[in-house]
Structures are given as C-alpha cells and as structure tokens.
C-alpha cells in the first residue's frame, strides 16, 4: 500500500531543546490515524514539519512522496491542515471565509464547502468570531475539506469542543473519509473518542516514537499479565515488557507479545486502548526516574520544549 | 431497518459490537430474509465511526453466511438466526417475565435475579450434554 504521510528519522531541534528526534513513522493511505501523546511531546512539531510549515533540523518528510518545502506547488494542493483551536479570522463572515478559500485553492469545490455549512445550519452572513465553539470548529473542518485534500492533518481538533460538538466534528469529518477516502491524521489526547473514529495509532512522548501501527493489531498484541510474585525476565526474553508492577505477592505485567503468550500462573486480560496509550506514556516517565543523574538531567533539557 | 448503538465503555471492540447487534436482530426477528441493513454511510453519519469498521463488520456476517451485499445496492439479510424457535419466544417472554416479577416480590435484586437464572441455566445446559 502507498504511503500519505513518511517520515524518515525526522528531527527538529529548537535551540538547544529536541522537539522531535529520529522520527521515523509511515502513515498508509486512506488511513484514519491518531497522533497521541503528552502536552510538549512534539506532536504539533511533527504536523508543523509535514504540512512545510517548518523545516527540519535533520531527516526527512515526504507526503504522497514529495517534499512540503522543496515541491510545495505539487503538495500544498494535496494538503489540509486545521491548526491548533482551529484559528479563523473573526471579522470575516462565513460567507468572506468561502470566497477566500475558492480564490486561494486551485482545487476548491464551493459546492460542497456550501452544501455541509446548510447540513450544518450555519449562517453564511455570520462573523466566524460570532458563532460557537464548535460551529468555529466545523467551519475550519468544512475550508479544510473544500480544499479536497488527499491527506488532512488536524492538530488537537477535539480539546476545546463539548462532547456533543465532538459528536458532530467526527460525523462531520467520518462523513468525508466515507465520501473521498481521504487519509487523516489528527492529533489529540482525548483517547475515549479516538477508539470508534481512528484505524492506526502512532504514540508520540518524549520526542520519539514509541508505537506507530494499525490499532485492531495494536490491541490484538498488547495484554495485562497477572500473576503469582515473580521477575518478569523470563518473559522478557520473548515478549515486551511495556510495564511491571510488583507486590508481595503479585506480579502485574504489560506486554506486547511477539508471539503466543503462555506460562503457568499468568492470568491474561485484555488491553483498552486507553490502557496500552497509558502505559507507553508511563513507561517514559519510569525510564527518566531510573536514567542516572548525568543523563537524566540532559534527558529532562530534551524533553522541556 | 435496524439501528445500531456503541458502547465506548464495554471492551468488545466496535466492529464486533455491530457483529452482535446484527445477530441478535437475527435471532429475535427483527431482521428477516431480504431485508437490508443500513449503508456503510447511514452507520457513519449516525454514529460518527470509521467506515472501516463498519465493512469489516459486514464483511465478517458475509464471511457467516447470514448477509450479502449486492452491488449498487447494499448489503441483504440471507438467513436468519430464529428458526421455528420464533413462534414460541412470546409466550416464553410472558413467562419469564411473570417469574421475574415474582422473584423480585420475593425480594431478591436485580443481580441476584440474574445469577440465580445464569447458575441455573448453566446446570441445565450440564445435564442436557450429560
């Protein structure tokens, strides 16, 4: 399958401080992917990086195989991209935001820009600064998606919306996937919502990835462990350890298995989405905590963005 | 036409949620033979999920025997999951409910009404394989 989006140990550095470093990652086309991590993992970086919004320290990004800022005239069209609180000019109205759009896109399509503002019941004549959170929000999707884009990058689309306005963002956007088949990737770290709308999970902390995959494979590989006290290398000489945790008389595991999972003793639980997202991210912190003064202390200037 | 819900919160993975909701119409004849589930694009617009996981749904009761797409048209039940056992369900429904009415005069709970139904159930599933 072709790739949209493919990354190859991208990093950006600002200053002294790695936003991103050594990202390798491949987004197959027609995906619905979702970008996850903590606030200053370099999500954003990575999207600024893809859509030639920034240029990279080192490495390299290719969207449908061409370079944002070296061939900007054959990607730019190709690309969507909502930013972050999904800006908008306020003193415009909605019917100003469409006209700009259809002068600046060669590939705008009025009709369906037009079509989903009426489906959604926004008034042409109102000022974008005027309408709702959320009817803000469905706007910068509805110009984003009248640019017919093949690969839609949506930075955080979800944080400031109501859970209703959520509902109809999603809709709204799964409506298009169903339409053009276009691919997404968008970053949140909202987990509950990402579960029903995404097929492809890349896990961001730190600065690095730590898990790019298709998610009903994701989920399929990564169990809880619950068994009798004992040392987890046995099993770490096979499977993955994401994380132990140890009492008395108890040993919890989460693993990712590379192969069949057995062993005596070891009751074997299903993963949530939200758990195996979790325990990445702990995983980094417990990695920081154990890292040795000298290397913890660069290790925290990394991390700071 | 059936409607399909999700449960975010109970672990069964969305596409086998579709799965289940599907078969469970079968069986309690709410869909029948010929009958059409909804578009791939009804299920998006309706409960904001990826379309993958409503073809994969469908492809898996395909993959069953129980629907088939037609081109162009959609996607038609073939074989229902009631079988004769349908004529009877009212009259069992009448009759469970009138038991469970008299188990919560007994005052047993809700929870207690359904283990007492499970354990029994399962002892009488034991001595029909015995």
Redesign the interface.
């Known amino acids: 399958m072709s790739s949209a989006l493919e990354t190859t140990k991208l990093s950006k550095r600002y200053g002294r401080t790695w936003a991103l470093q050594d990202c390798s990652v491949t987004l197959p086309a027609g995906r619905v992917a979702s970008l996850v991590g903590p606030n200053g993992a370099g999500k954003t970086t990575l999207l600024h990086l893809s859509v030639g919004l920034l240029e990279p320290t080192a490495g390299d990004v290719r969207v449908f195989g061409l370079s944002p800022r070296a061939q900007p005239d054959e990607t730019l069209p190709r690309l969507g991209f909502v930013a972050q609180d999904h800006p908008l000019y306020k003193g415009f109205t909605v019917d100003d935001l469409l006209t700009l759009g259809r002068k600046l896109n060669p590939r705008w399509d009025d009709a369906l820009a037009r079509a989903r503002m009426q489906k959604l019941n926004i008034p042409l004549n109102r000022r974008a600064g005027k309408l709702s959170g959320g009817q803000q929000a469905q706007v910068a999707l509805v110009l984003a998606l009248a640019k017919r884009p093949d690969l839609l990058l949506l930075d955080e689309p979800l944080a400031s919306l109501d859970p209703l306005a959520r509902r109809e963002f999603l809709r709204t956007l799964m409506d298009a996937v169903v339409e053009t088949g276009l691919t997404v990737l968008l970053s949140s770290h909202i987990i509950g919502d990402l579960e029903r709308v995404c097929d492809y999970l890349i896990i961001l902390s730190a600065s690095h990835v730590q898990l790019a995959g298709d998610i009903q494979e994701v989920q399929r590989t990564h169990k809880r462990l619950i068994g009798p006290r004992q040392d987890e290398e046995a099993l770490a000489s096979v499977h993955s350890v994401i994380e132990a945790s140890h009492t008395e008389r108890q040993t919890t595991l989460f693993v990712r298995a590379n192969g069949p999972l057995f062993g005596p003793g070891w009751e074997v639980q299903e993963a949530s989405l939200e758990d195996i997202v979790l325990a990445y991210l702990s995983q980094q912190v417990t990695e920081r905590l154990q890292a040795p003064p000298a290397a913890q202390e660069q290790k925290g200037v990394e991390v700071v963005k | 036409m059936i409607e399909f819900h999700?449960d975010?919160h109970s672990?069964v993975?969305?596409y086998l949620q579709l799965v289940q909701q599907v078969k469970q119409a079968l069986r309690l004849g709410l869909l029948e033979v010929d009958d059409q589930l909804p578009t791939?694009?009804e299920v998006?617009?309706q409960?904001?999920?990826?379309?993958?996981?409503v073809l994969k749904a469908y492809r898996e009761l395909e993959r069953e025997g129980l629907v088939a797409s037609r081109p162009g048209q959609g996607t038609f039940v073939r074989r229902t999951l009631a079988g004769a056992s349908l004529a009877h369900q009212a009259t069992l429904r009448r009759s469970l409910t009138r038991w469970i009415q008299s188990a919560y005069e007994a005052g047993l709970d809700g929870e207690s009404i359904l283990a007492l139904f499970l354990s029994t159930f399962q002892e009488a599933q034991k001595e029909e394989t015995a």
């Open positions: 999700l975010s672990g993975a969305p791939v694009r998006v617009a409960l904001a999920i990826n379309p993958n996981t």
